[in-house]
């Protein structure tokens, strides 16, 4: 009769720091994309409903209305006009007009009216078309959910245009001396105070971050697995298992 192997513990204290160290990290990764994934769902929720709906005045919004409402703004276009920079269509590198229109009993908003081309000489700024009188604009809310990524200091010129690397409230606010609505309106592309409107929304599902969230449950469990191998006589005990079965 053959000797019974009993299960046992031998602890690898060094494999056993290395899997407290990455473990967490990848369980920290299911979660992460699970939390992707239901961004993306209330994404195309908004999108959906508010594509759905007919433009609304911006007035009758509240306090924080949501992405991708439609919108209605009234009022005149302030000279003070900002330029999203680095924005391509097409192969070419440009900007994205980001004007400000003034309403009469609100604080202003940010329009931005499409995109425009850059010039040979990038020190020279393109001549941004500032419509005198009261305009109608329709379009749809956007704010990033996403912080501004920033590679430098933003730097002003103190004349306008302002170029900028990113949409960011709280620099456009100090720079503008004044409080701003806290959406940008992205004009209709149909409006003849719009540039090149062609704007590109995200429908990309849940499913991308669905799949990773498996990828990184899967590798999870694998290392829980050799750690138990690697830690224990578990190998040998399955074996043993296997010929009393076969006996």
């Known amino acids: 009769m053959s000797n019974q192997v009993k299960f046992k513990w031998h602890w690898d204290i060094k494999f056993l720091l290395l899997v407290c160290a990455v473990l967490p990290l990848t369980i920290s990764a299911i979660f ?46 302030a000279e003070q006009v900002f330029l999203l920079d680095n924005r391509t269509r097409y192969g070419r590198v440009g900007y994205e007009v980001v004007g400000l229109i003034e309403r009469t009993n609100d604080v202003p908003v940010l329009v931005n009216r499409g995109w425009i081309a850059a010039g040979n000489d990038r020190s020279v700024l393109p001549e941004i078309d500032i419509p005198p009188g009261n305009h109608r604009v329709e379009g749809y809310l956007y704010r990033s959910t996403q912080k501004p990524i920033v590679f430098a200091e933003q730097q002003w010129s103190g004349k306008w245009p302002e170029r900028i690397q990113v949409i960011d409230f709280e ?40 799949g990773y969230a498996i990828q990184w449950t899967l590798i999870s469990l694998l290392i829980v697995i050799m750690c138990l191998f690697v830690n224990s006589n578990l190998k040998d005990w399955l074996k043993q298992r296997r010929r009393n079965r076969n006996q």
């Open 32 to 77: 992460w994309q699970l939390d992707r994934a239901g961004q993306k769902r209330e994404i195309l929720r908004q999108l959906d409903e508010g594509m759905a709906n007919a433009p609304v005045s911006l007035e009758s919004l509240p306090a924080s209305p949501q992405n991708y409402t439609q919108v209605i703004v009234e009022g005149r276009w």
């Open 171 to 210: 620099l456009m606010q100090q720079r503008l001396s004044g409080d701003l609505y806290p959406s940008v309106v992205r004009i209709s592309p149909e409006s003849p105070l719009a540039y090149q409107a062609d704007w590109h929304v995200e429908r990309k599902g849940p499913g991308m971050h669905i």
